[in-house]
Every structure is written in C-alpha cells, then in structure tokens.
C-alpha cells in the first residue's frame, strides 16, 4: 500500500509539483486580489545572461520522471545555474517513475565524485543514497521533493500551504466572496493535504464562503471529472471548485464545460503545464498557481556551490568542526496566473522545452 501511494504522489508531483517538503510559512491574512483585464500578448521569453566560461567542476541532478512536461523547467533552471557559474551541469535518472532506476543514478553519480549532487527526493528508497553521498564528503540538497530525515543540506522548494492560500485568495475574488466552495484534492496525502489547508486559511477570511466538500481525484483525470460532476448534481447552486493540483483542475474544468456553466462556476488549479494554460486562454479554466520551479534548481546549484567555494566562517574550519552553513530549507515563490498573464508562462514553456 505504501508503495502505491507514493507512485501516485510521482504521477502528482510529475503533473505539477511533488514531494513531501518543509513546513508551510503562514502568510499574513490579506484581501482577495482585484479581477484583472487581460493583457497583450506577452513577447517570447528571453534566454539569461551570457554565460561564464565553463570548467570542468561537476554538479549533478539526480531525478526521474523526465520525460514528463512539469520536469522541463527544473532541467533548464539547472543548465542555467551552471552556466552562470561557469561550471559542468548535468541532468540525470530515469525518464519515467522508477525510484530504484532513480536510486541506482544516485549510486552512479556518487561514483563519479562530482563536486556536489542534488536529488528530486521523493521516494524513501533516495534516502540511503543520499546519506551515503554526505558521508562521502559531497554535499546534497534536495530539489521539489525533500528527504527530511536524510543527511542533505538544504530542502529548496515550495510551501504547499502557501499554494493553496494563494489559489484560495484568487477564487475568493473570482465569486465575489461569497458562495459553495468543493475543493478536488487527493485526501491523506500529506502535500495535498496542506494545499487543501491554505485554501480553507484563505477562505476563513471570507464569511460567506462555505466549503462544502472534499472529492478525491485518486490522481486519475477520469475520476476528477465524475467526482465533479457528481459533485455539480449535488449541489446546482456551487460558485467554484479548486484542485490541489492539475488534474483536479483541468477534470473540474472539463466537468463544468461538459455541464454548459463555464464562467458560471469558477475553476482553479495548481500548475503551469500547457494544457493548463491553454484551459486559462480558452476560459475553461479560471486559473492556476504556478510553483517557481525553474528557480528551485538554479537555487539549488547555487547552494551547493557556495558551500563548496565560500562557506561562512561559522568556525575557525568548519570541516574539522563538522558544521554546516547556509540555508536548510529555501522557499520559493508562488504566482497565480490568469488571462492576463498566462502567455508569459506559455512562452516560457517553450523556452524550456528540450
């Protein structure tokens, strides 16, 4: 059973965002944002800065899923560390879910002595690797998906409570502030769990919001769409759903285009997949929270990095004295995205895109 859960939290976290990771922050209570006019069409996104010249140091992420859309901002948020610190980033793992394909990577990346490794930890079979890694004398972080009883430096990724606050904020906007709330999520999971959590923080400052029910997905598109739809029959007069990730927004969407009440009642999701956005452009979707995964991986190299060439003089030799320095856990930001600004995100999909 455990085994099936975690495959399912992959098949999640690959759809958009993965991972059991640190504590959410509480944010301080804020009004629901403005409704915004959409904008022009956003320019094509630009590439960074000239890059360094590259050395031979080696810095290697070690992860799965590849071949999975959500996964193509990580790789180039990596490539763009490396190459604006002048040092040799590779990717590596399987292109599918596969822990112990992800596990025996690990293994080879550590036979490699590169000067430093980080890992998408998202599965408990990562953690010996990792230890053994640190024990080896090269430094890990984990990058989406954290290890937190693991060895590892640092966890940079993002607040799950946070997400769903975020989203619950711009639904509360989206109905006015007033009105029956389901919520599609995955129950008992732990990062889902807290989405659904900072959605109810956001709505607690809307009295006339009323969450009447938590449907589970199962993380199957299919059973998104008929929990929706049965949740629509139950209770005709509902103002929006929310989905704790994007297949419990874009089978919501479906349910309520299927059903003739598109921009009738509301739909939001987590993620910025392309089919996502596309459901924002065409007005299926109300809209979306992006996690700020190209930055997770160019912050992680640069943690890494810095612990290797300019550690805080904690001590007198912080080697000798086995302390550590530098951040344990790194957030990033969050966004919510809307018509008025998905084509930003659309074009940076591209940018991406191997």
Excluded at 104 to 120: E, S
Aim: proline share 5%; aromatic share 8%.
């Amino acid at each position: 059973m455990k085994h099936r859960i975690m495959q399912v939290l992959g098949l999640v976290l690959a759809a958009a965002l993965l991972a059991a990771c640190a504590p959410a922050a509480n944010a301080p209570a804020a009004q629901a944002p403005a409704a915004q006019e959409p904008a022009a069409q956003a320019p094509a996104a630009q590439a960074p800065a000239v890059a360094a010249p590259k050395s031979d140091e080696l810095y290697i992420f070690v992860s799965a899923m590849g071949n999975l859309e959500y996964f193509n901002a990580l790789k180039y948020g990596w490539k763009w560390a490396g190459d604006a610190l002048g040092v040799t980033a590779e990717y590596v793992g399987p292109a599918e879910i596969d822990a112990n394909a992800e596990a025996a990577a690990l293994d080879q990346a550590i036979a490699r002595k590169p000067a430093g490794i980080a890992v998408f930890a998202w599965d408990p079979v990562l953690q010996p690797g990792i230890d053994r890694a640190m024990e080896a004398g090269i430094p890990v972080v984990t990058i989406c998906g954290d290890s937190p009883t693991s060895k590892r430096l640092a966890f940079i990724g993002s607040s799950h409570e946070q997400l769903g606050y975020i989203g619950g904020l711009a639904v509360a906007a989206a109905i006015g502030g007033k009105g029956k709330v389901a919520i599609l999520s995955l129950p008992g999971t732990q990062m889902f769990d807290d989405r659904e959590q900072g959605f109810r923080r956001a709505f607690k400052q809307f009295p006339d919001i009323e969450v009447v029910q938590v449907g589970d997905t199962k993380a199957d598109i299919a059973v998104a769409v008929s929990t929706a739809k049965a949740i629509l029959q139950k209770y005709p007069d509902l103002a929006a759903f929310v989905g704790t990730d994007s297949t419990a927004g874009m089978g919501a969407a479906t349910a309520v285009k299927e059903a003739g009440l598109v921009g009738k009642v509301k739909t939001v999701a987590m993620d910025r997949n392309s089919d996502v956005l596309q459901a924002i452009a065409d007005g299926t979707l109300t809209g979306s929270v992006a996690q700020d995964d190209a930055a997770m991986s160019f912050w992680g190299l640069q943690v890494l990095y810095n612990y290797v060439h300019n550690q805080a003089p904690l001590t007198t030799d912080n080697k000798a004295a086995k302390a550590n320095t530098g951040p344990f856990t790194l957030l990033m930001n969050a966004n919510y995205i809307d018509k008025s600004n998905f084509q930003y995100y659309l074009d940076a999909n591209k940018l991406y895109a191997p």
